[in-house]
């Protein structure tokens, strides 16, 4: 290679225990990759590709929990490989739905489902990548946003910080001129603890928020709880919007558990 020739940095994407969502936002993103698709190289991305270059790769992109001993081990390898790791959906950044066995007995589980239990090997929990190794950004969202991943890669190339909202949904629904689902018609709405990114998309069509985006920035669920109680909410119902997509991130977890044990 040529002295002169400017490095393209390589990319990778790595699945984990995921339903492939957040992978087919970036493959939904065709078009606005292709204003930086010179200045990149796509090295490791099974979903889209058979090519494989091997690493060290400048950006991994990590979908998915760890749920398996195998995954906790190849998660150590995917770090070792990736200058920069970013995590991306609800997965990577919070155990995923499937957090929800990590209150449950999962060897239960596998005596109910499977007929031949001794083939299965698990962990008892489903955890986010930012358990088992450092990770150096997150995307939000189930799935996430494909116009946040497109900033992320391209202020990842032009060396700044990345302009993603941590300020939470109640800012998108004012944008859109939507009336307050909780305070006009009493339905129960996660919007005013949660992340910003889908652009309200719930309420404009009168549903509450579920939570997709995770916890915003300093989210006050304590008091959104309370809230959700004086709607008529009860202990269990409160318990339950909280354990969505996201159930697993603290904040979620804590005031879920909270309202269990009442």
């Known amino acids: 290679m040529s002295?002169?020739?400017?490095?393209?940095?390589?990319?990778?994407?790595?699945?984990f225990a995921s339903c492939d969502g957040c992978q087919l936002s970036l493959l939904?993103?065709?078009?606005?990759?292709?204003?930086?698709?010179?200045?990149?190289?796509?090295?490791?991305?099974?979903?889209?590709?058979?090519a494989v270059l091997k690493g060290p790769y400048?950006?991994?992109?990590?979908?998915?929990?760890?749920?398996?001993?195998?995954?906790?081990?190849?998660?150590?390898e995917v770090r070792r490989q990736c200058k920069t790791l970013v995590t991306i959906g609800a997965c990577a950044t919070a155990g995923g739905i499937q957090a929800l066995r990590n209150w449950k007995d999962v060897d239960e589980f596998i005596r109910v489902v499977y007929a031949t239990p001794q083939f299965i090997s698990t962990l008892k929990l489903s955890t986010p990548i930012a358990e088992h190794v450092p990770v150096d950004y997150e995307l939000r969202g189930c799935p996430i946003n494909k116009y946040h991943l497109i900033e992320l890669i391209t202020a990842?190339?032009?060396?700044?910080?990345?302009n993603i909202p941590s300020y939470s949904v109640c800012l998108e629904c004012k944008r859109r001129n939507n009336m307050c689902i909780t305070v006009a018609r009493g339905i129960a709405c996660l919007?005013?603890?949660?992340?910003?990114?889908?652009?309200?998309?719930?309420?404009t069509y009168d549903r509450g928020c579920y939570g997709c985006y995770g916890p915003m920035e300093s989210p006050n669920t304590t008091?959104?709880?309370?809230q959700l109680h004086i709607l008529g909410q009860s202990d269990a119902q409160i318990t339950r919007a909280f354990r969505g997509f996201n159930a697993w991130s603290w904040q979620f977890r804590k005031t879920s558990e909270e309202y269990e044990r009442k």
Do not use: M
Not at 191 to 203: E, I, K, N, R, S
């Open 223 to 226: 008091a959104l709880a309370t």
């Open 3 to 15: 002295s002169n020739t400017k490095h393209k940095p390589k990319i990778a994407v790595f699945k």
């Open 156 to 162: 990842t190339l032009a060396g700044r910080k990345p």
């Open 58 to 76: 400048d950006i991994g992109l990590v979908e998915g929990s760890v749920t398996t001993h195998h995954d906790a081990q190849r998660i150590q």
């Open 28 to 50: 939904d993103a065709e078009d606005e990759l292709l204003g930086v698709v010179g200045a990149i190289e796509i090295a490791y991305f099974p979903e889209a590709t058979r």
């Open 191 to 203: 919007g005013p603890v949660t992340q910003a990114g889908c652009g309200a998309l719930c309420p």
